[in-house]
């Protein structure tokens, strides 16, 4: 027996229409049958709960200006609890991100244990580039390529994003091969690292191609046990974000946020300030 959905999202319809199609895919079979393995077998620990066990669709403000690209769900976090970065453990990847969001003043409260928890995240929504827990944490390039509709889906449901922070090398990549179906990617292509930032198309343009990308090191344990990732690299990069994505006067002009590398990549020309993309999100 499945867990219920839990109430994550309240949108308009075509957020909600995104979700249910994410919840019911079976595009690819041999994540449905590994989330379904995983749900049955169950942890030690979660023996006596009922596990997602199903395509994890994306959490957030309906009015997001910034859209947090991660890799695919933890097999016993969002497999089991049905949100996204949620259920992992105490100091996992979710705790670590949304302990940052928290500091940023997005996220209402700094962990991310339970789907029914209270979490509530202002201007920003998070999905993943794939939506079933693979096997050795790692999704095959076929299984990308047929989740990205749901990717598309989320990004036309939210109208106000103007960036998106992925998570590690494998999201960087799916968001620009989503971008390529849409317009041109720039030469040399944007290569990832932590903080590197890549204008993809004028700021103004009406697709996915205009909205920021910005690359993070993935909050994973591997990283942020070792120091590789720190809490301080990912209040810079969240202080980036913000910086960005809403309008306000930036500060100096030869400053750089703790623990960025800025690399900007352009694929189009400007003249004077570059543009901002409306109004910072309720």
């Known amino acids: 027996m499945l867990r219920q959905p839990p109430t994550q999202v309240i949108g ?25 393995a995983i749900a049955d077998e169950k942890r030690a620990a979660f023996r006596h709960e009922t596990y997602w066990g199903r395509p994890v669709p994306g959490f957030g403000d309906p009015a997001a200006w910034l859209y947090v690209l991660g890799l695919a769900p933890a097999a016993h976090g969002a497999n089991r609890t049905g949100r996204v970065f949620t259920g992992d453990g105490r100091g996992g990847s979710g705790d670590f991100l949304m302990s940052a969001l928290h500091r940023a003043g997005l996220a209402s409260i700094p962990t991310s244990q339970q789907a029914d928890d209270g979490l509530a995240l202002r201007g920003v929504f998070i999905g993943a580039a794939a939506r079933c827990a693979p096997p050795a944490n790692t999704p095959r390039p076929d299984e990308l390529r047929r989740c990205r509709p749901h990717l598309a889906a989320e990004i036309a449901a ?39 930032v890549a204008s993809l198309a004028p700021p103004a343009t009406r697709s996915p191609a205009g909205l920021t990308l910005i690359g993070c090191f993935h909050p994973s344990r591997q990283n942020t046990h070792t120091g590789r990732v720190t809490p301080e690299m990912y209040d810079g990069l969240f202080a980036l974000a913000l910086r960005i994505g809403r309008p306000s006067p930036l500060v100096g002009t030869g400053d750089q946020e703790p623990g960025i590398r800025k690399t900007l990549v352009t694929s189009h020309k400007e003249k004077g300030p570059r543009a901002q993309r409306g109004p910072f999100g309720p």
């Open 158 to 196: 939210l109208p106000d994003l103007r960036a998106v922070v992925a998570l590690g090398k494998i999201a960087w990549d799916a968001w620009l091969a989503f971008v390529a179906g849409h317009a041109p990617l720039p030469r040399p292509r944007p290569v990832f690292t932590h903080g590197a």
């Open 12 to 36: 308009p319809k075509a957020l909600v229409q995104a979700r249910r199609a994410i919840v019911t895919c079976d595009a690819c079979p041999r994540l449905r049958r590994h989330c379904l």
